[in-house]
Protein backbone atom coordinates (compact mmCIF):
# COMPACT_ATOMS: atom_id res chain seq x y z
CA UNK A 1 0.00 0.00 0.00
CA UNK A 2 1.07 3.50 -1.30
CA UNK A 3 0.28 5.96 1.81
CA UNK A 4 0.54 10.23 0.90
CA UNK A 5 0.78 11.74 4.66
CA UNK A 6 -0.06 15.54 4.63
CA UNK A 7 1.26 16.27 8.70
CA UNK A 8 3.62 18.26 10.52
CA UNK A 9 6.34 16.21 11.36
CA UNK A 10 9.74 15.77 13.05
CA UNK A 11 12.59 17.23 11.65
CA UNK A 12 16.48 17.86 12.60
CA UNK A 13 15.45 20.86 14.79
CA UNK A 14 12.75 19.64 16.25
CA UNK A 15 12.73 15.83 16.75
CA UNK A 16 9.67 15.39 19.69
CA UNK A 17 7.17 17.48 16.43
CA UNK A 18 4.06 15.69 15.92
CA UNK A 19 6.54 12.38 16.81
CA UNK A 20 3.02 10.69 17.60
CA UNK A 21 2.55 10.47 13.63
CA UNK A 22 6.21 9.79 13.11
CA UNK A 23 5.76 6.70 15.24
CA UNK A 24 2.29 5.53 13.24
CA UNK A 25 4.03 5.46 10.25
CA UNK A 26 7.39 3.88 11.08
CA UNK A 27 4.67 0.98 12.49
CA UNK A 28 2.78 1.00 8.98
CA UNK A 29 6.17 0.74 7.13
CA UNK A 30 7.14 -2.10 9.13
CA UNK A 31 3.61 -3.59 8.00
CA UNK A 32 5.17 -2.89 4.28
CA UNK A 33 3.31 0.32 3.39
CA UNK A 34 5.56 2.64 1.51
CA UNK A 35 5.07 6.47 2.53
CA UNK A 36 6.09 9.57 1.70
CA UNK A 37 5.75 12.48 3.51
CA UNK A 38 4.89 16.39 2.82
CA UNK A 39 5.72 18.42 5.70
CA UNK A 40 5.34 22.34 4.54
CA UNK A 41 7.71 24.33 6.69
CA UNK A 42 6.67 27.31 7.67
CA UNK A 43 8.53 30.65 7.27
CA UNK A 44 8.47 32.10 10.96
CA UNK A 45 11.15 29.17 11.93
CA UNK A 46 14.31 30.61 12.21
CA UNK A 47 16.83 31.09 9.06
CA UNK A 48 19.23 28.57 10.31
CA UNK A 49 16.61 26.34 10.77
CA UNK A 50 14.73 26.74 7.41
CA UNK A 51 18.34 25.96 5.58
CA UNK A 52 18.52 22.83 6.64
CA UNK A 53 14.98 21.55 5.95
CA UNK A 54 13.95 22.15 1.97
CA UNK A 55 13.72 19.21 -0.52
CA UNK A 56 13.96 15.69 0.41
CA UNK A 57 15.19 14.26 3.85
CA UNK A 58 14.89 11.61 6.40
CA UNK A 59 14.06 11.38 9.69
CA UNK A 60 15.58 8.56 11.94
CA UNK A 61 16.09 5.14 10.90
CA UNK A 62 13.25 5.04 8.63
CA UNK A 63 12.09 4.06 5.13
CA UNK A 64 9.93 7.47 4.51
CA UNK A 65 10.94 10.05 1.89
CA UNK A 66 10.13 13.34 3.97
CA UNK A 67 9.35 16.52 1.65
CA UNK A 68 9.24 20.11 3.24
CA UNK A 69 7.92 22.72 1.39
CA UNK A 70 8.12 26.34 2.69
CA UNK A 71 4.83 28.53 2.82
CA UNK A 72 3.94 31.62 4.55
CA UNK A 73 1.73 31.85 7.23
CA UNK A 74 0.64 34.32 9.76
CA UNK A 75 -0.16 33.66 13.32
CA UNK A 76 -3.50 31.44 13.42
CA UNK A 77 -5.96 33.86 15.40
CA UNK A 78 -4.57 36.91 13.56
CA UNK A 79 -7.94 38.69 11.83
CA UNK A 80 -7.97 41.55 9.11
CA UNK A 81 -11.68 42.53 10.04
CA UNK A 82 -14.07 39.39 10.02
CA UNK A 83 -11.58 37.51 7.75
CA UNK A 84 -9.51 34.98 9.88
CA UNK A 85 -5.85 34.85 8.58
CA UNK A 86 -5.93 31.19 9.83
CA UNK A 87 -7.76 30.69 6.57
CA UNK A 88 -4.96 32.28 4.51
CA UNK A 89 -2.85 29.82 6.10
CA UNK A 90 -4.46 27.04 5.25
CA UNK A 91 -4.31 28.43 1.42
CA UNK A 92 -0.89 28.76 1.22
CA UNK A 93 0.18 25.33 2.89
CA UNK A 94 -2.24 23.94 0.31
CA UNK A 95 -0.31 25.78 -2.56
CA UNK A 96 3.30 24.17 -0.80
CA UNK A 97 1.62 20.42 -1.05
CA UNK A 98 0.59 21.44 -4.65
CA UNK A 99 4.12 22.10 -5.59
CA UNK A 100 5.35 18.78 -4.47
CA UNK A 101 2.98 16.50 -5.57
CA UNK A 102 3.43 17.83 -9.13
CA UNK A 103 7.02 16.95 -9.69
CA UNK A 104 7.22 13.77 -7.42
CA UNK A 105 7.71 10.43 -9.24
CA UNK A 106 4.68 8.57 -6.35
CA UNK A 107 1.55 7.68 -6.77
CA UNK A 108 -0.21 7.10 -3.98
CA UNK A 109 -3.27 4.52 -2.75
CA UNK A 110 -4.63 6.74 -0.52
CA UNK A 111 -3.75 10.15 1.09
CA UNK A 112 -3.09 10.54 4.62
CA UNK A 113 -3.87 13.63 6.57
CA UNK A 114 -3.07 14.31 10.10
CA UNK A 115 -5.58 16.87 11.66
CA UNK A 116 -8.56 18.24 9.88
CA UNK A 117 -6.63 21.94 9.67
CA UNK A 118 -4.22 22.73 7.85
CA UNK A 119 -3.62 19.38 6.18
CA UNK A 120 -6.98 18.99 5.54
CA UNK A 121 -7.60 20.93 2.69
CA UNK A 122 -4.07 19.56 1.04
CA UNK A 123 -5.17 16.11 1.28
CA UNK A 124 -8.29 16.57 -0.72
CA UNK A 125 -6.52 18.70 -3.55
CA UNK A 126 -4.06 15.76 -3.96
CA UNK A 127 -6.45 13.02 -3.74
CA UNK A 128 -8.58 14.95 -6.49
CA UNK A 129 -4.85 15.16 -8.13
CA UNK A 130 -4.04 11.24 -8.19
CA UNK A 131 -7.66 10.58 -7.82
CA UNK A 132 -7.73 8.20 -5.12
CA UNK A 133 -9.64 8.66 -1.47
CA UNK A 134 -8.65 10.99 1.59
CA UNK A 135 -8.58 9.90 4.94
CA UNK A 136 -8.09 12.09 8.02
CA UNK A 137 -7.05 11.81 11.48
CA UNK A 138 -8.26 13.74 13.86
CA UNK A 139 -5.75 14.18 16.56
CA UNK A 140 -7.20 17.11 18.00
CA UNK A 141 -7.43 18.26 21.97
CA UNK A 142 -10.68 19.94 20.73
CA UNK A 143 -11.99 20.22 17.30
CA UNK A 144 -14.21 23.37 18.70
CA UNK A 145 -11.43 25.70 18.21
CA UNK A 146 -11.61 25.60 14.40
CA UNK A 147 -15.02 27.58 14.41
CA UNK A 148 -13.51 30.60 15.11
CA UNK A 149 -11.33 30.21 12.29
CA UNK A 150 -12.79 28.53 9.44
CA UNK A 151 -17.03 28.57 10.60
CA UNK A 152 -18.47 25.08 11.45
CA UNK A 153 -20.24 25.43 7.73
CA UNK A 154 -16.58 25.35 6.24
CA UNK A 155 -15.38 22.30 8.72
CA UNK A 156 -18.68 20.34 7.30
CA UNK A 157 -17.96 21.28 3.84
CA UNK A 158 -14.76 19.92 4.41
CA UNK A 159 -14.93 16.81 6.61
CA UNK A 160 -17.83 15.65 4.46
CA UNK A 161 -15.02 15.18 0.78
CA UNK A 162 -13.28 12.72 2.65
CA UNK A 163 -13.85 8.65 2.13
CA UNK A 164 -12.75 8.30 5.40
CA UNK A 165 -12.43 9.51 9.22
CA UNK A 166 -10.16 8.39 12.14
CA UNK A 167 -11.04 9.94 15.74
CA UNK A 168 -8.73 9.32 18.30
CA UNK A 169 -11.10 9.84 21.36
CA UNK A 170 -14.76 9.47 21.48
CA UNK A 171 -15.62 13.50 22.10
CA UNK A 172 -13.76 13.80 18.51
CA UNK A 173 -16.30 11.38 17.27
CA UNK A 174 -19.32 12.77 18.77
CA UNK A 175 -18.07 16.14 18.05
CA UNK A 176 -18.07 14.86 14.20
CA UNK A 177 -21.52 13.30 14.43
CA UNK A 178 -23.23 15.80 16.56
CA UNK A 179 -22.19 18.90 15.26
CA UNK A 180 -20.82 18.42 11.42
CA UNK A 181 -23.56 15.40 10.56
CA UNK A 182 -20.42 13.05 9.74
CA UNK A 183 -22.07 9.41 9.59
CA UNK A 184 -21.24 7.33 12.33
CA UNK A 185 -20.22 4.50 9.71
CA UNK A 186 -17.79 6.66 8.44
CA UNK A 187 -16.04 7.41 11.68
CA UNK A 188 -13.49 4.93 13.61
CA UNK A 189 -11.51 5.19 16.81
CA UNK A 190 -8.06 4.19 17.28
CA UNK A 191 -7.02 5.34 20.10
CA UNK A 192 -3.21 6.80 19.98
CA UNK A 193 -0.85 3.63 21.23
CA UNK A 194 2.62 3.16 22.51
CA UNK A 195 5.66 1.16 21.13
CA UNK A 196 6.05 -1.09 24.40
CA UNK A 197 9.68 -2.08 22.82
CA UNK A 198 10.69 1.14 23.74
CA UNK A 199 8.29 1.88 26.61
CA UNK A 200 8.50 -0.07 29.41
CA UNK A 201 9.55 -0.44 33.58
CA UNK A 202 12.97 -0.33 33.54
CA UNK A 203 14.85 -0.50 36.74
CA UNK A 204 14.36 2.53 39.19
CA UNK A 205 17.77 3.06 40.83
CA UNK A 206 19.66 2.49 37.68
CA UNK A 207 17.53 4.71 35.73
CA UNK A 208 18.08 7.53 38.25
CA UNK A 209 21.86 6.45 38.44
CA UNK A 210 22.17 6.74 34.61
CA UNK A 211 20.45 10.83 34.94
CA UNK A 212 21.82 11.56 38.28
CA UNK A 213 18.45 11.97 39.78
CA UNK A 214 18.49 11.46 44.03
CA UNK A 215 17.75 7.92 45.01
CA UNK A 216 15.98 8.83 48.00
CA UNK A 217 13.09 11.53 46.84
CA UNK A 218 9.77 11.21 45.53
CA UNK A 219 9.76 11.95 41.94
CA UNK A 220 7.32 13.42 39.72
CA UNK A 221 7.34 12.95 36.30
CA UNK A 222 5.74 15.19 33.94
CA UNK A 223 5.33 14.93 29.97
CA UNK A 224 4.82 17.50 27.34
CA UNK A 225 4.83 21.25 26.10
CA UNK A 226 5.58 24.01 28.78
CA UNK A 227 2.39 25.90 28.41
CA UNK A 228 -0.70 26.80 30.02
CA UNK A 229 -3.23 24.29 28.52
CA UNK A 230 -0.55 21.55 29.73
CA UNK A 231 0.25 22.89 33.15
CA UNK A 232 4.13 22.14 33.87
CA UNK A 233 3.90 25.14 36.45
CA UNK A 234 0.58 23.90 38.32
CA UNK A 235 2.53 20.79 38.99
CA UNK A 236 5.56 22.79 40.36
CA UNK A 237 3.46 24.69 42.45
CA UNK A 238 1.64 21.88 44.07
CA UNK A 239 5.34 20.02 44.57
CA UNK A 240 6.06 23.24 45.93
CA UNK A 241 3.36 22.83 48.49
CA UNK A 242 4.25 19.27 49.61
CA UNK A 243 6.24 19.68 53.04
CA UNK A 244 8.11 16.03 52.26
CA UNK A 245 10.96 14.80 50.25
CA UNK A 246 9.77 15.42 46.86
CA UNK A 247 10.99 16.64 43.19
CA UNK A 248 9.85 16.51 39.96
CA UNK A 249 11.21 15.46 36.25
CA UNK A 250 9.93 17.74 33.33
CA UNK A 251 10.10 16.56 29.76
CA UNK A 252 9.27 19.04 27.10
CA UNK A 253 10.03 22.65 26.38
CA UNK A 254 8.09 25.97 26.23
CA UNK A 255 7.24 29.36 27.60
CA UNK A 256 6.18 27.87 30.57
CA UNK A 257 9.74 26.79 32.09
CA UNK A 258 9.60 25.39 35.63
CA UNK A 259 12.42 26.86 37.94
CA UNK A 260 13.41 26.33 41.56
CA UNK A 261 14.55 23.67 43.82
CA UNK A 262 12.03 21.34 43.65
CA UNK A 263 12.69 20.72 39.28
CA UNK A 264 15.31 17.92 39.54
CA UNK A 265 15.54 17.70 35.37
CA UNK A 266 13.94 20.02 33.03
CA UNK A 267 14.52 19.69 28.95
CA UNK A 268 13.72 17.32 26.27
CA UNK A 269 14.82 14.00 25.67
CA UNK A 270 15.21 11.53 22.97
CA UNK A 271 12.09 8.45 22.49
CA UNK A 272 14.30 6.05 24.61
CA UNK A 273 15.62 8.57 26.75
CA UNK A 274 11.81 9.29 27.90
CA UNK A 275 11.18 5.96 28.55
CA UNK A 276 14.08 5.71 30.78
CA UNK A 277 13.25 8.97 32.88
CA UNK A 278 9.84 7.72 33.40
CA UNK A 279 10.76 4.59 34.65
CA UNK A 280 13.25 6.74 37.06
CA UNK A 281 10.03 8.14 38.52
CA UNK A 282 7.22 7.16 41.01
CA UNK A 283 4.15 9.10 39.51
CA UNK A 284 2.92 10.42 36.64
CA UNK A 285 1.17 13.96 36.89
CA UNK A 286 -0.31 15.84 33.66
CA UNK A 287 -2.86 18.35 34.65
CA UNK A 288 -4.33 19.20 31.33
CA UNK A 289 -7.08 21.12 30.24
CA UNK A 290 -8.22 19.71 26.92
CA UNK A 291 -6.71 16.49 25.33
CA UNK A 292 -7.73 14.10 22.26
CA UNK A 293 -5.89 11.11 23.37
CA UNK A 294 -2.99 11.54 25.25
CA UNK A 295 0.03 10.02 24.43
CA UNK A 296 2.07 11.21 27.58
CA UNK A 297 -0.37 9.32 29.81
CA UNK A 298 -0.39 5.93 27.62
CA UNK A 299 3.36 6.06 27.79
CA UNK A 300 3.41 6.78 31.60
CA UNK A 301 1.01 3.73 31.95
CA UNK A 302 3.48 1.41 29.89
CA UNK A 303 6.14 2.26 32.35
CA UNK A 304 4.45 1.20 35.21
CA UNK A 305 3.76 4.89 36.74
CA UNK A 306 0.51 5.66 38.75
CA UNK A 307 -1.33 8.65 36.94
CA UNK A 308 -2.64 11.86 38.55
CA UNK A 309 -4.45 13.96 35.75
CA UNK A 310 -7.36 15.52 34.89
CA UNK A 311 -11.29 15.59 35.30
CA UNK A 312 -12.16 15.74 31.85
CA UNK A 313 -13.62 12.97 29.34
CA UNK A 314 -10.65 12.41 26.83
CA UNK A 315 -8.67 11.31 29.96
CA UNK A 316 -11.53 9.40 31.35
CA UNK A 317 -11.45 7.21 28.23
CA UNK A 318 -7.87 6.08 28.48
CA UNK A 319 -7.48 5.12 32.53
CA UNK A 320 -9.79 4.31 35.33
CA UNK A 321 -10.32 4.60 38.82
CA UNK A 322 -7.70 1.33 39.33
CA UNK A 323 -4.83 3.15 38.12
CA UNK A 324 -5.18 7.21 38.43
CA UNK A 325 -6.54 9.83 40.44
CA UNK A 326 -8.47 12.26 38.87
CA UNK A 327 -9.25 15.92 39.65
CA UNK A 328 -9.48 19.55 38.54
CA UNK A 329 -6.65 20.56 36.23
CA UNK A 330 -6.48 23.84 37.63
CA UNK A 331 -7.05 23.21 41.29
CA UNK A 332 -3.32 23.49 42.59
CA UNK A 333 -4.78 21.80 46.06
CA UNK A 334 -6.31 19.39 44.58
CA UNK A 335 -3.37 18.17 42.64
CA UNK A 336 -1.60 18.51 46.00
CA UNK A 337 -3.74 16.09 47.83
CA UNK A 338 -3.53 13.76 45.20
CA UNK A 339 0.60 13.71 45.37
CA UNK A 340 0.34 13.34 48.78
CA UNK A 341 -1.42 10.43 48.97
CA UNK A 342 0.63 9.07 46.31
CA UNK A 343 3.17 9.89 48.56
CA UNK A 344 2.53 8.67 51.84
CA UNK A 345 0.86 5.53 50.34
CA UNK A 346 3.83 2.88 49.03
CA UNK A 347 1.16 0.04 48.60
CA UNK A 348 -1.85 2.31 46.85
CA UNK A 349 1.70 3.38 44.28
CA UNK A 350 2.30 -0.37 43.51
CA UNK A 351 -1.04 -1.53 43.26
CA UNK A 352 -1.61 1.22 40.93
CA UNK A 353 1.47 0.29 39.24
CA UNK A 354 0.23 -2.75 38.36
CA UNK A 355 -2.75 -1.69 37.56
CA UNK A 356 -1.38 0.47 34.81
CA UNK A 357 0.82 -1.66 33.24
CA UNK A 358 -2.57 -3.49 32.45
CA UNK A 359 -4.02 -0.95 30.95
CA UNK A 360 -1.26 -0.04 29.01
CA UNK A 361 -1.13 -3.35 27.13
CA UNK A 362 -4.52 -2.30 25.38
CA UNK A 363 -2.40 0.53 23.46
CA UNK A 364 -0.10 -1.63 21.29
CA UNK A 365 1.27 0.52 18.78
CA UNK A 366 1.71 -2.26 16.27
CA UNK A 367 -2.24 -3.66 16.63
CA UNK A 368 -3.24 0.44 16.16
CA UNK A 369 -0.83 0.42 13.27
CA UNK A 370 -2.80 -2.80 12.03
CA UNK A 371 -5.74 -1.70 12.49
CA UNK A 372 -5.42 1.92 10.42
CA UNK A 373 -3.78 -0.32 7.69
CA UNK A 374 -7.08 -2.33 7.46
CA UNK A 375 -9.42 0.93 7.45
CA UNK A 376 -7.29 2.37 4.85
CA UNK A 377 -7.53 -0.57 2.49
CA UNK A 378 -11.28 -0.30 2.93
CA UNK A 379 -11.35 2.71 1.65
CA UNK A 380 -9.52 2.06 -1.06
CA UNK A 381 -11.68 -0.59 -2.37
CA UNK A 382 -14.61 0.84 -1.72
CA UNK A 383 -13.07 4.11 -3.94
CA UNK A 384 -12.26 1.31 -6.58
CA UNK A 385 -15.91 0.23 -6.38
CA UNK A 386 -17.29 3.58 -6.94
CA UNK A 387 -15.30 4.08 -9.83
CA UNK A 388 -16.18 1.37 -11.32
CA UNK A 389 -19.96 2.30 -11.39
Known sequence: MNILLISSYPNEIDKSRSIFVYRLMQSLADLDCTIVVISPQNWREKQYELKSLPGEKKYGFENTTVYRPKYFDFPNRARIGDFSLGQYNAHTYKNAVKKIIRKIDFKPDVVYAHFLYRAGPAAILAAKYFNVPAVVALGESSLEKHENIFTKNKMRELIHQFSGVISVSEKNKNYCIEELGVNKEKIKVFPNAVNQEIFYPRNKEKMREKYNLPKDKFIVAFTGHFIERKGPLRVLDALEKIEGNVGGVFIGSGKQEPFGDKVLFKGRLKHEEVAEMLSAADVFVLPTQNEGSCNAIVEAMACGLPIVSSDIEAIK?????????????????????????????????????????????????????????????????????????
Open 317 to 389: EQVNKDNAILCSPNSVPQLKIAIETLYYSKESREQMRINALSVAEQYSAISRAKNIKTYLKKQICENKDEDKK
